[in-house]
C-alpha cells in the first residue's frame, strides 16, 4: 500500500504552479500509488479556496477510497470564516486533516493567527500538516515544539521534514514530540534513512508535493536498505494511522 501523504489539485497563487487532475491521477496510476491526499495550491481568498476544496471532494467522490482531501484555507480569514469552511472541509466533504503553510500565508505557527491552526484542527479531530524547511524562521521545524507541547492530543506533520539544512532539528523535535512526524519530499535519501533509525519508521510518511516527484520520492525509500516492514510503514501504514484512513 502506498500513500501519497502530500500532493496539490489547483493553483498555487504564492508559488504559481498549478496542478492539474491529469497530473495526479497520471503520476499515480505511473507509480502504482494506492491513495493520495490532496490539498489545494495557496490560495488567500475565501470564495477561490472553497473553489479548490469543491474540487478536491469531487475528485475524491469520483474516486472513493483513493482520494482524500486536506483542507488549506487562508488563517488571516475572520477566525468563524476560517473554522466554519475547515468545518465544512472535515465534516461534510470528509477531509482528513489541514494544511499551515507559514511563509505562503505569511503566518507565524505559535502566534495567534497560527495557534488558530491547532486548535481548530483539535476540536476537528484532524492533524495538522505544517510546511517546514525554506521561510525561516517561521518554519523552522523547533518552531513546532512547543506547540506540539500545548496539543499533544493533536499530530503534527512536518512537511519536508524540515528541508536538508534542518535535518537534525526535525528529529529533534519528533524526538522531542512524540506527537509529531516527518514527510519527507524533497529529502537526501541518507537523510531519510537516519530518520528511520533515529525514530522509526512509524513515525515517517512519504509525500511528493509535487506528481512528477512521485519516481524520486520513491526510489530513495525503495534504495536505502530499508527492511520490508520499514517500507510498509514508510510508504504507506504511518500516513493511514495519521489520517485514519482505512486501507484494504
Given at each position: 500500500?502506498?500513500?501519497?501523504?502530500?500532493?496539490?489539485?489547483?493553483?498555487?497563487?504564492v508559488y504559481?504552479?498549478?496542478?492539474?487532475?491529469?497530473?495526479?491521477?497520471?503520476d499515480?496510476?505511473?507509480?502504482?500509488?494506492?491513495?493520495?491526499?490532496?490539498?489545494?495550491?495557496?490560495?488567500?481568498?475565501?470564495?477561490?479556496?472553497?473553489?479548490?476544496?469543491?474540487?478536491?471532494?469531487?475528485?475524491?467522490?469520483?474516486?472513493?477510497?483513493?482520494?482524500?482531501?486536506?483542507a488549506?484555507?487562508?488563517?488571516?480569514?475572520?477566525?468563524?470564516?476560517?473554522?466554519?469552511e475547515?468545518?465544512?472541509?472535515?465534516?461534510?466533504?470528509?477531509?482528513v486533516?489541514?494544511?499551515?503553510?507559514?511563509?505562503?500565508?505569511?503566518?507565524?505557527?505559535?502566534q495567534?493567527?497560527?495557534?488558530?491552526?491547532?486548535?481548530?484542527?483539535?476540536?476537528?479531530?484532524?492533524?495538522?500538516?505544517?510546511?517546514?524547511?525554506?521561510?525561516?524562521?517561521?518554519?523552522?521545524?523547533?518552531?513546532?515544539i512547543?506547540?506540539?507541547?500545548?496539543?499533544?492530543?493533536?499530530n503534527?506533520?512536518?512537511?519536508?521534514?524540515?528541508?536538508?539544512?534542518?535535518?537534525?532539528?526535525?528529529?529533534?523535535?519528533?524526538?522531542?514530540?512524540?506527537?509529531?512526524?516527518?514527510?519527507?519530499?524533497?529529502?537526501?535519501?541518507?537523510?531519510?534513512?537516519?530518520?528511520?533509525?533515529?525514530?522509526?519508521?512509524?513515525?515517517?510518511?512519504?509525500?511528493?508535493?509535487?506528481?512528477?516527484?512521485?519516481?524520486?520520492e520513491?526510489?530513495?525509500?525503495?534504495?536505502?536498505?530499508?527492511s520490508?516492514?520499514?517500507?510498509?510503514?514508510?510508504?504507506?501504514?504511518?500516513?493511514?494511522?495519521?489520517?485514519?484512513?482505512?486501507?484494504?
Open positions: 500500500m502506498i500513500i501519497d501523504a502530500h500532493t496539490h489539485l489547483g493553483y498555487d497563487y504559481e504552479e498549478d496542478f492539474s487532475v491529469k497530473d495526479i491521477l497520471g499515480m496510476e505511473k507509480n502504482k500509488v494506492d491513495v493520495s491526499i490532496v490539498q489545494p495550491g495557496t490560495v488567500l481568498d475565501l470564495k477561490t479556496v472553497i473553489t479548490q476544496h469543491n474540487a478536491i471532494a469531487a475528485l475524491s467522490e469520483d474516486m472513493p477510497g483513493k482520494i482524500f482531501g486536506m488549506n484555507p487562508n488563517p488571516h480569514l475572520p477566525r468563524n470564516v476560517y473554522r466554519n475547515l468545518k465544512r472541509c472535515i465534516k461534510d466533504l470528509g477531509f486533516g489541514v494544511k499551515l503553510n507559514p511563509p505562503a500565508h505569511a503566518v507565524i505557527p505559535n495567534s493567527t497560527g495557534r488558530r491552526v491547532f486548535e481548530a484542527a483539535l476540536d476537528l479531530c484532524v492533524p495538522v500538516m505544517v510546511h517546514t524547511g525554506s521561510g525561516i524562521p517561521w518554519s523552522l521545524p523547533s518552531a513546532l512547543p506547540i506540539a507541547m500545548d496539543f499533544p492530543d493533536l503534527i506533520i512536518l512537511a519536508h521534514s524540515g528541508s536538508s539544512i534542518f535535518a537534525s532539528e526535525s528529529v529533534l523535535a519528533a524526538k522531542t514530540c512524540p506527537n509529531i512526524y516527518l514527510e519527507t519530499s524533497w529529502m537526501p535519501g541518507f537523510a531519510i534513512h537516519r530518520f528511520c533509525r533515529a525514530l522509526g519508521a512509524d513515525r515517517i510518511m512519504f509525500g511528493s508535493d509535487h506528481g512528477d516527484n512521485v519516481a524520486t520513491l526510489m530513495k525509500f525503495r534504495s536505502i536498505c530499508l520490508d516492514k520499514e517500507l510498509e510503514w514508510c510508504l504507506g501504514k504511518t500516513a493511514a494511522k495519521v489520517f485514519k484512513i482505512s486501507v484494504s
